[in-house]
């Protein structure tokens, strides 16, 4: 059974850190892009960072830049986002989620309907 759990969210203050795992059960992720999605409230649910499969080529929102690092261990089929400076608009849940090729899409690297599976989403708070 392919599934992709998430976890390490929490509620944090404003300008602190956390780092969020997705850890893939049942298929070789090492053989795949991955990708971390965000979705606020009301709002559409957005790219925030990429990873082609052996982490050699990585994309990011223009709104975390500097911010948030994606990285993975294939050894442990896991993806990671390290996300710093954390502010109140990055409250969200955030999902991690496979596309179907070694290296992500060009420019539509940041669109939901390219990727195959998803996580169940872990939910980040950043509030005083």
């Known amino acids: 059974q392919l599934q992709f759990v998430e976890s390490g969210g929490g509620l944090v203050q404003p300008g602190g850190s956390l780092r969020l795992s997705c850890a893939a059960s049942?298929?070789?992720?090492?053989?795949?892009?991955v990708a971390w999605f965000r979705q606020a409230p009301g709002k559409e649910r957005e790219g925030v960072s990429c990873?082609?499969?052996?982490?050699?080529?990585?994309n990011s929102a223009d709104s975390v830049k500097g911010r948030f690092t994606i990285s993975r261990d294939n050894a442990k089929n896991t993806v990671y986002l390290h996300m710093n400076s954390l502010k109140p608009e990055d409250t969200a849940v955030y999902y991690c989620?496979?596309?179907?090729?070694?290296?992500?899409?060009?420019?539509?690297?940041?669109?939901?309907?390219?990727?195959?599976?998803w996580g169940q989403g872990t939910q980040v708070t950043v509030a005083t």
């Open positions: 049942g298929f070789n992720l090492n053989n795949y892009a």
């Open positions: 989620a496979r596309y179907r090729n070694f290296d992500p899409p060009g420019t539509g690297w940041g669109t939901p309907a390219a990727y195959e599976y």
């Open positions: 990873i082609n499969w052996n982490g050699g080529l990585t």
